[in-house]
């Protein structure tokens, strides 16, 4: 990364690309921790960087714009300055206590994409409460396929490990086979998945509050935020037309935009693009990583977008990532977290 600032390779990557922009994809945005285990740093970014990174996107003479705009500049001419669309994931509660401020302060357009069970209360953030019962337990245990599995969480590099290992497996369950199993853990541990789920999510009061502001683009991002290629045909329909439909009906606007949950590679697939582009949606963003490219060679129902890695606090890593350049993601592991070797 640093070379390829210093060197003006990025600003040389940027040009050959011949991209029109960036669509950056963030989720929650708070406070930095101080606690150890932190799994879901990578997709967590502080206010003060948010305000660091706007200043420093304007003095890089980026455009910031709307996706509604994206869509545009994707089908036509690149215009002569790149472009930067804000957006985040999952209907967090802190988009509106932390992100909000600051992006009002700067007058600048962003999207959210929000999945309508949880300003309902009726969403589960299974993720959340995998977090919260791993982070206070030193051992775990559950069934997996008919066997009693059973993970060692005393140390942080224990912790990682199993989070890692687990969150992975929830993501291949149906929803109602996940559901059953975030749900049989948290009375196991004594963890209050609704009122955990709750206090993270934003309320439809919140939503109205950013839905008056003409510079929030509202989204759809399901109802349940489920792994949609987990889903049979019918119920990826109901759960891609629902979503809209309920937003719409609370928020009394028409729905556009839709992000696939969890960015889902699965999704991707032809027949989900379909369905998205069949309910009336004009565009949805994934988490390919790239840039999008004008002229209609970017499809607009996969739609990449940079994901910023919170653990990095470096502008110039920024704007190396803003240029195309992509490189693989880090895996926790006892360096890059920082806590040596074992004893």
């Not at 945005?29 to 960087?49: K, L, N, Y």
């Amino acid at each position: 990364m640093e070379l390829a600032y210093f060197s003006g390779y990025a600003r040389l990557r940027q040009r050959q690309t011949g991209g029109a922009g960036v669509i950056l994809r963030f989720e929650r945005v708070r406070p930095r921790r101080s606690v150890g285990f932190q799994p879901h740093q990578i997709s967590e970014i502080t206010p003060r960087f948010l305000d660091r990174t706007i200043r420093a996107l304007k003095r890089w003479k980026f455009d910031i714009i709307t996706i509604d705009e994206v869509c545009r500049r994707a089908v036509t001419l690149p215009k002569p300055r790149p472009f930067v669309c804000l957006t985040f994931d999952g209907g967090y509660k802190d988009v509106v206590t932390s992100a909000y401020p600051v992006l009002a302060k700067h007058r600048v357009p962003f999207a959210v994409y929000l999945p309508t069970a949880f300003p309902d209360g009726l969403g589960e953030m299974w993720w959340l409460a995998l977090e919260q019962m791993i982070a206070r337990e030193s051992r775990i245990s559950l069934v997996i396929d008919r066997k009693e599995r059973r993970f060692a969480t005393g140390q942080t590099q224990e912790k990682y490990e199993a989070f890692e290992f687990l969150v992975s497996w929830m993501r291949t369950l149906p929803p109602p086979d996940l559901s059953f199993a975030i749900n049989d853990l948290c009375k196991r541990y004594s963890v209050d998945l609704a009122t955990l789920s709750r206090g993270a999510s934003m309320d439809w009061d919140d939503l109205a509050k950013l839905a008056a502001d003409p510079m929030v683009t509202i989204g759809s991002a399901t109802v349940n935020y489920p792994v949609l290629s987990n889903l049979g045909e019918v119920d990826a329909k109901r759960e891609i037309a629902m979503g809209k439909a309920v937003a719409e009906t609370a928020l009394h606007r028409d729905l556009r935009h839709f992000a696939y949950p969890f960015g889902d590679r699965g999704s991707w697939r032809r027949q989900h693009r379909e369905m998205v582009q069949e309910t009336g949606f004009a565009s949805a963003v994934s988490s390919i990583s790239g840039v999008v490219e004008p002229k209609g060679y970017t499809n607009l129902y996969a739609l990449p977008r940079v994901a910023w890695d919170g653990r990095q606090r470096s502008l110039r890593m920024m704007r190396v990532l803003l240029s195309g350049i992509t490189f693989p993601p880090v895996r926790p592991t006892r360096d890059n977290l920082g806590l040596g070797q074992p004893d």
